[in-house]
């Protein structure tokens, strides 16, 4: 049997990238890379007549989504659908890049995203859409990874303990950082999150916009919890016992559910 060939087209865009991604990652790793013009196949033969020869995004075949206007389709969900079904994180993942592609959505929020990244590396690989390639795929694992630990938050969020503060509505989680679960707490009202890692962090955390000053609890903390690592954002929005950049050295030994009792009771 000849080795497999993934033929994408020439200056490949997201979604013929991360359809590339998929089939590399999850069934041909070893497969050669071969890139020809939009719309055409390698060596101008049938597509899919070898089934050693797999084209995307480009050809016509099964995973050329040319043939249709459908917007919740690219060349990305074709690969998904057929090599990844029950991939919760991969689907999240191309979902966006179906969105991207259509024009449905804008990756950068006005400012750098995964197109100009995209674009970026063709100025400086114009006649190599391997190396383009070999430059995203690190990139779109770190993004698989992301939406793997938004899947992981929203399951942890899932467990929240939710409670009264002196500034508005808590939400406290054993088990879970800041990152993921904090923004879900924010997205639903909260106005202070608290948490318990699990290496032994922990974390009192303002949603930006709210008129909250943690300093009176910093100090608070300071006598009730001398011997740990409490450290105090300038911003007075931000009490941490420990970080992923910084783990405490001498981490706190309150319980959270001591943490939120102290953080109710919280002078302003």
């Known amino acids: 049997m000849h080795p497999t060939i993934i033929v994408g087209h020439i200056a490949p865009d997201l979604d013929c990238l991360v359809a590339i991604w998929i089939l590399r990652r999850r069934l041909h790793p070893a497969a050669e890379l071969r890139f020809v013009p939009a719309g055409s196949t390698l060596g101008d033969q049938r597509v899919d007549s070898d089934p050693a020869v797999i084209h995307v995004d480009t050809g016509g075949g099964r995973y050329d989504h ?91 969020y899932a467990r929240r303990i939710a409670f009264a503060t002196p500034w508005g509505p808590g939400v406290a989680l054993e088990g879970a950082s800041s990152a993921g ?54 911003g007075g929005r931000l009490l941490l016992c420990g970080s992923a950049t910084a783990p405490p050295r001498r981490p706190s030994r309150l319980t959270l559910a001591e943490l939120i009792e102290m953080v109710r009771q919280a002078p302003r």
């Open 181 to 234: 679960a904090g923004r879900l707490a924010f997205a639903a009202g909260a106005v202070l999150y608290c948490y318990r890692d699990q290496r032994s962090g922990m974390g009192v955390v303002a949603q930006a916009r709210a008129a909250v000053d943690l300093t009176p609890l910093s100090r608070v903390l300071a006598q009730r919890d001398a011997n740990a690592d409490w450290y105090l954002h300038p």
């Open 66 to 156: 040319h043939h249709t206007a459908a917007t919740d389709i690219c060349a990305a969900e074709l690969v998904r659908r057929h090599i990844a079904p029950g991939d919760p994180a991969l689907q999240r993942l191309v979902a966006q890049v179906c969105a991207i592609d259509h024009a449905r959505a804008r990756d950068d929020g006005g400012g750098f995203g995964v197109t100009a990244l995209i674009a970026g590396l063709l100025a400086i690989h114009p006649d190599d859409p391997a190396a383009v390639y070999a430059a995203m795929a690190p990139n779109l694992d770190a993004w698989l990874a992301a939406e793997e630990q938004h899947i992981q938050a929203r399951v942890a």
